[in-house]
């Protein structure tokens, strides 16, 4: 059975502080995602990584793909407040289905 | 990115009713449709998988009689939670699959079964 574990669960980080996001996998996949989930609502995706060593930048949010190691990272810059959300990483299957992080409660405090 | 319809948003009913979500893919073909169910503060956990004309294939632990899928077209697919209780409270998600290489999610309803 595949699972997906996410560290930390919960994040309180100061503004303008950088940190990671990390999540791993129990079995072999190609396809990984991103996502941030704001209260209340339904999942916006963040980030589509397809291949090894895939690495993609948007903002302050980076995310890279080692499939070797079964690691996903979700690095944040210099947070800012905006980005307060719950952080969840996704596996593909290779069915198309995915299965979930643990998800990562981000609070950004000035 | 797709267009993904979810209704209701939020929906309270009494126990022991059913109540029907909806979803529609406004853009494109869902030959595949995964419905999830998430807790508060927990993560997104997969309900069933179903196919555009074919029957729903539900996970494991899932009640196949409580929580009804029926996938009739490539735009629209529906889950039916049947004699809801209050543990049927959670927030449902539904994802179309055109078979790119990114998944698209409903808005999301938020069910409360009083």
Known sequence: ELKVEQNPLFLSMQEGKNYTIYCNYSTTSDRLYWYRQDPGKSLESLFVLLSNGAVKQEGRLMASLDTKARLSTLHITAAVHDLSATYFCAVDMNTDKLIFGTGTRLQVFP | ?114
């Not at chain 2, 979810?6 to 059913?18: A, N, W």
């Not at chain 2, 997969?46 to 729903?56: D, H, P, R, Y």
């Not at chain 2, 929580?67 to 039916?80: D, E, G, P, Q, V």
């Open chain 2, 1 to 114: 990115g797709a267009v993904v319809s979810q209704h209701p948003s939020r929906v309270i009913c009494k126990s022991g009713t059913s109540v029907k979500i909806e979803c529609r893919s406004l853009d494109f073909q869902a030959t595949t449709m995964f419905w999830y169910r998430q807790f508060p503060k927990k993560s997104l956990m997969l309900m069933a998988t179903s196919n555009e004309g074919s029957k729903a294939t539900y996970e494991q632990g899932v009640e196949k009689d409580k929580f009804l899928i029926n996938h009739a077209s490539l735009t629209l697919s529906t889950l039916t939670v049947t004699s809801a209780h209050p543990e049927d409270s959670s927030f449902y998600i539904c994802s179309p699959i055109s078979g790119n290489t990114e998944a698209f999610f409903g808005q999301g309803t938020r069910l409360t079964v009083v």
